[in-house]
């Protein structure tokens, strides 16, 4: 019973940080510069499942905390992006 749930933690955790990635990139080709506000709920929730499966490990490092590492980089990413999202655009004016 354990394994399976060890398991499906596991699929969990890589299924996220895939649709982390894919709306990242969906966001990104369609210019929108409000998108991290949006995503940063999904690696707060993965960062949480992930402490929880390497507590069901009793602490062995190993998937879980690649996948915790992950997550927080994640999380420190789109932080940095919705904090730095201004109205100004990123590019030189035209007169420079």
């Given amino acids: 019973m354990i394994h399976d749930t060890i ?3 596991a699929v969990l955790g890589v299924v996220g940080q895939v649709m982390v ?3 990242i990139l969906i966001a990104a ?3 929108d510069d409000r998108f991290a506000r ?5 690696p707060v929730v993965g960062a949480g499942v992930s402490t929880y499966h390497l507590l069901v490990e009793n602490g062995v490092m190993t998937i879980p905390t690649l ?3 992950a997550f927080l980089l994640l999380i420190a990413f789109l932080s940095l992006a919705a ?6 655009a990123a590019t030189l004016p035209a007169h420079a």
Avoid: K, N, S
């Fill in 29 to 31: 080709y369609h210019g």
């Fill in 67 to 69: 996948a915790l590492t």
């Fill in 21 to 23: 990635g894919l709306l």
């Fill in 83 to 88: 904090a730095g999202g201004g109205e100004e």
């Fill in 7 to 9: 398991v499906a933690l």
């Fill in 38 to 42: 949006y995503l940063l709920v999904l």
